[in-house]
């Protein structure tokens, strides 16, 4: 009985030697990495935008990983008054990004739901933001245009 799992190990051993079998792995294994490269794998991107009203900045930095957008978000106003900071996260649908922005200003945090035109990596568009009657907080404006236009860039564009 204590030389059971020894003969067992030895005779999978004798067939995973066999000739036959040698061959027929090799090309399943062949097959299943031309899959896996060919459709498996995840279309990754990175991009960065900048985008200047007056002396006021928007960076946004983004990572498209399929159809997944997750990246940095930032409104820097020149007047010296607190800005938004925080990350974006959405899906890529149709060439618009769908995101929900989290971002903190000073020791709050809020969300705000954006939506990008997203062309290429030098071509993104926002549509504005408007301030809701009712809560007094900013709202993506849904009957609008994508008319925030961005410029390639990157953080040290500042």
């Given at each position: 009985?204590?030389?059971?799992?020894l003969?067992l190990?030895?005779?999978?051993?004798?067939?995973?030697?066999?000739p036959?079998k040698?061959?027929?792995?090799?090309?399943?294994?062949?097959?299943?990495?031309a899959?896996?490269t060919a459709?498996?794998?995840?279309?990754i991107?990175?991009?960065?935008?900048?985008h200047?009203?007056?002396q006021d900045?928007?960076?946004?930095?983004?990572?498209?990983i399929n159809?997944?957008?997750?990246?940095?978000m930032?409104w820097?106003?020149?007047d010296?008054?607190?800005?938004h900071?925080g990350?974006i996260?959405g899906?890529?649908k149709n060439d618009t990004?769908?995101?929900?922005?989290?971002y903190a200003?000073?020791?709050s945090t809020?969300?705000m739901?954006?939506?990008?035109?997203?062309?290429?990596?030098?071509?993104?568009?926002?549509k504005?933001l408007i301030?809701?009657?009712?809560?007094?907080r900013?709202q993506?404006?849904e009957?609008a245009?994508?008319t925030?236009?961005?410029?390639?860039?990157?953080r040290?564009h500042?």
């Amino acid at each position: 009985m204590k030389y059971l799992p020894l003969a067992l190990i030895a005779l999978c051993l004798a067939a995973c030697s066999s000739p036959q079998k040698k061959a027929g792995n090799a090309d399943t294994v062949k097959k299943d990495t031309a899959a896996a490269t060919a459709g498996k794998a995840p279309s990754i991107s990175t991009h960065s935008f900048i985008h200047h009203i007056g002396q006021d900045t928007t960076l946004i930095d983004f990572t498209l990983i399929n159809d997944r957008a997750q990246g940095i978000m930032d409104w820097m106003p020149h007047d010296g008054t607190e800005g938004h900071s925080g990350v974006i996260q959405g899906t890529l649908k149709n060439d618009t990004i769908h995101a929900v922005w989290g971002y903190a200003v000073g020791r709050s945090t809020d969300t705000m739901s954006v939506e990008l035109l997203f062309k290429d990596s030098a071509d993104l568009r926002q549509k504005p933001l408007i301030k809701n009657a009712k809560t007094g907080r900013l709202q993506t404006d849904e009957n609008a245009g994508f008319t925030i236009l961005y410029k390639p860039g990157s953080r040290k564009h500042r």
